[in-house]
């Protein structure tokens, strides 16, 4: 025992160390996770040649204050305890380089923690930490700084110093402000600043050069600094839950941003700059104020993703469908006519719209079922049963190729049914439809009038006149009804709702 180098008990349910253990003296791994630990023996700290010491996930409340005498600790970690402090003896670990304190119950730091000028990474996550002492400025080694969830009101001025910076956390917690110290961290990476209380940014945040994503979102803010286009390496801004009444016209001028996510804010408008924007590739909107896409959407046209759910949109441009890019397209719960979103996705159908339109899947399904049936058909020859089976397939789709708008292709469908049953009265009752709907409006409604009285010969309808008429009210409540059609179609109902 007296050359063991590595010793892990964890997962043991052990609550208590025995004090020989620090005659360990040539241990520099000892792992004791994920036990049921309240203290430490004060013989710790005799481990001279420990670098790595594991006590995560235990109920230590204090530690010994000998801890401090552990020289050549590299690796720290106290996650899931309940430490309510850190004893100032930690400041004498003066290799220490990782240091993991999340889930615990500390208020604060201890003041000279800075003296741990080694540090590399220092997570604190998921405290109850209330402020930073100044002297966190000398950790000028940091690279990783975690402190989530806490309740940090304020930061130092003194943050600004951690020249080597790459990650820092700071969402969750109660910040009004940032100092502007913060632009001087010019290696940042990572940067989380959601779920605050940030009323505004400083000006020097444009300084962060290296930042690829900039998240803000659940704050409090109504505007960006104006030199936010200088964020050159920026490709994701989220502002989504926060007070802007409008897209800052500065966000355009950063050079390669690729998505904005902006929903449940309060934005009215989308100013044209944003709209000459060529990298967006994804544009969140959804839950604002919107009335209208402008019709200089189409100019996004590297575009991919489009959300602006929850908005006050009565209608949709027709330049969403030269937006070759956008695959994903989500315009639920706004005042959007049918058949406007029914023209819109047969212009972009490769793309996945939301609200789902149910007769577009009829439509496939009954498309499905004709190519069977014509295979089925082509192979095997029919039967009187099997005509009138195909014919009832073809009633089928030419209803949802009407249904879904696809106009020009609803003759072919009737006719190809009417060859296997010349009298079926519901493929009948589609044909002037089909003219109805390519507007050809003279032929249409000689021929509602020509089929008005004759026998439908079904149970659900006396007269063709009553199977043409419940079929417009369907066609209104589909809402693909355009206002030239429902011009002719008023007149057409009149004359055949007039006595013969």
Same mark, same amino acid.
């Given at each position: 025992?007296?050359?063991?180098?590595?010793?892990?008990?964890?997962?043991?349910?052990?609550?208590?160390?025995?004090?020989?253990?620090?005659?360990?003296?040539?241990?520099?791994?000892?792992?004791?996770? %994920?036990?049921?630990?309240?203290?430490?023996?004060?013989?710790?700290?005799?481990?001279?040649?420990?670098? *790595?010491?594991?006590?995560? %996930?235990?109920?230590?409340?204090?530690?010994? $204050?000998?801890?401090?005498?552990?020289?050549?600790?590299?690796?720290?970690?106290?996650?899931?305890?309940?430490?309510?402090?850190?004893?100032?003896?930690?400041?004498?670990?003066?290799?220490?380089?990782?240091?993991?304190?999340?889930?615990?119950?500390?208020?604060?730091?201890?003041?000279?923690?800075?003296?741990?000028?080694?540090?590399?990474?220092?997570?604190?996550?998921?405290?109850?930490?209330?402020?930073?002492? #100044?002297?966190?400025?000398?950790?000028?080694?940091?690279?990783?700084?975690?402190?989530?969830?806490?309740?940090?009101?304020?930061?130092?001025?003194?943050?600004?110093? &951690?020249?080597?910076?790459?990650?820092?956390?700071?969402?969750?917690?109660? $910040?009004?402000?940032?100092?502007?110290?913060? #632009?001087?961290?010019?290696?940042?990476? @990572?940067?989380?600043?959601?779920?605050?209380?940030?009323?505004?940014?400083?000006? =020097?945040?444009?300084?962060?050069?290296?930042?690829?994503?900039?998240?803000?979102?659940?704050?409090?803010?109504?505007?960006?600094? *104006? %030199?936010?286009?200088?964020?050159?390496?920026?490709?994701?801004?989220?502002?989504?839950?926060?007070?802007?009444?409008?897209?800052?016209?500065?966000?355009?001028?950063?050079?390669? &941003?690729?998505?904005?996510?902006?929903? !449940?804010?309060?934005?009215?408008?989308?100013?044209?700059?944003?709209?000459?924007?060529?990298?967006?590739?994804?544009?969140?909107?959804?839950?604002?104020?919107?009335?209208?896409?402008?019709?200089?959407?189409?100019?996004?046209?590297?575009?991919?993703?489009?959300?602006?759910?929850?908005?006050?949109?009565?209608?949709?441009?027709?330049?969403?469908?030269?937006?070759?890019?956008?695959?994903? $397209?989500?315009?639920?719960?706004?005042?959007?006519?049918?058949?406007?979103?029914?023209?819109?996705?047969?212009?972009?159908?490769?793309?996945?719209?939301?609200?789902?339109? !149910?007769?577009? =899947?009829?439509?496939?399904?009954?498309?499905?079922?004709?190519?069977?049936?014509?295979?089925?058909?082509?192979?095997?020859?029919?039967? =009187?049963?099997?005509?009138? *089976?195909?014919?009832?397939?073809? *009633?089928?789709?030419?209803?949802?190729?009407?249904?879904?708008?696809?106009? @020009?292709?609803?003759?072919?469908?009737?006719?190809?049914?009417?060859? +296997?049953?010349?009298?079926?009265?519901?493929?009948?009752?589609?044909?002037?439809?089909?003219?109805? +709907?390519?507007?050809?409006?003279?032929?249409?409604? /000689?021929?509602?009038?020509?089929?008005?009285?004759?026998?439908?010969?079904?149970?659900? +309808?006396?007269? +063709?006149? @009553?199977?043409?008429?419940?079929?417009?009210?369907?066609?209104? @409540?589909?809402?693909?009804?355009?206002?030239?059609?429902?011009?002719?179609?008023?007149?057409? /109902?009149?004359? &055949?709702?007039?006595?013969?």
């Amino acid at each position: 025992m007296k050359e063991l180098k590595e010793l892990w008990l964890g997962r043991n349910k052990l609550d208590r160390i025995p004090a020989e253990i620090g005659q360990l003296s040539t241990l520099n791994w000892l792992g004791l996770d %994920n036990n049921q630990l309240t203290e430490l023996p004060a013989e710790i700290g005799k481990m001279s040649a420990l670098e *790595t010491l594991s006590l995560d %996930n235990n109920h230590l409340q204090d530690l010994p $204050l000998e801890i401090g005498q552990l020289s050549r600790l590299k690796n720290l970690d106290l996650s899931g305890n309940e430490l309510r402090e850190l004893p100032e003896e930690f400041s004498q670990l003066p290799q220490l380089l990782n240091l993991s304190i999340p889930h615990n119950q500390l208020e604060h730091l201890p003041e000279n923690i800075g003296q741990l000028n080694r540090l590399e990474r220092l997570d604190a996550e998921n405290n109850q930490l209330t402020a930073l002492p #100044g002297s966190i400025g000398n950790m000028t080694r940091l690279e990783s700084l975690k402190l989530g969830h806490n309740h940090l009101n304020t930061l130092p001025k003194e943050i600004g110093n &951690l020249a080597s910076l790459k990650e820092l956390s700071l969402r969750s917690n109660h $910040l009004q402000t940032l100092p502007p110290e913060i #632009g001087q961290l010019a290696s940042l990476s @990572e940067l989380y600043l959601g779920y605050n209380q940030l009323t505004s940014l400083p000006e =020097e945040i444009g300084q962060l050069t290296q930042l690829p994503s900039l998240d803000l979102r659940f704050n409090r803010l109504e505007s960006l600094p *104006t %030199n936010i286009g200088e964020m050159k390496s920026l490709d994701m801004l989220v502002i989504s839950h926060n007070q802007f009444q409008a897209l800052a016209p500065e966000i355009a001028r950063i050079p390669h &941003l690729k998505a904005i996510f902006a929903d !449940s804010n309060q934005i009215s408008h989308i100013p044209p700059a944003i709209l000459q924007m060529r990298s967006l590739t994804n544009l969140e909107l959804g839950g604002n104020q919107l009335e209208r896409l402008p019709p200089e959407i189409k100019e996004l046209s590297g575009l991919t993703a489009l959300k602006v759910a929850g908005n006050q949109i009565r209608t949709l441009p027709m330049e969403l469908i030269e937006l070759k890019a956008l695959r994903y $397209l989500d315009v639920s719960d706004n005042p959007i006519p049918v058949m406007r979103l029914k023209e819109i996705r047969r212009g972009i159908p490769e793309c996945m719209m939301l609200p789902r339109d !149910s007769t577009e =899947e009829e439509w496939l399904n009954a498309f499905r079922s004709a190519k069977k049936a014509e295979e089925y058909l082509l192979q095997n020859g029919f039967s =009187e049963q099997d005509s009138i *089976t195909a014919a009832s397939i073809y *009633t089928n789709l030419a209803w949802y190729q009407l249904m879904s708008m696809r106009f @020009e292709s609803v003759d072919s469908s009737l006719q190809r049914g009417l060859s +296997f049953v010349p009298d079926d009265p519901y493929l009948q009752s589609n044909l002037p439809h089909s003219l109805l +709907f390519q507007r050809k409006f003279k032929e249409a409604r /000689k021929m509602y009038v020509k089929m008005r009285s004759k026998a439908f010969g079904s149970d659900r +309808f006396e007269t +063709f006149g @009553e199977a043409f008429l419940a079929d417009f009210k369907e066609f209104e @409540e589909e809402g693909i009804i355009s206002e030239e059609i429902h011009q002719a179609l008023e007149m057409i /109902k009149s004359r &055949l709702q007039q006595k013969k």
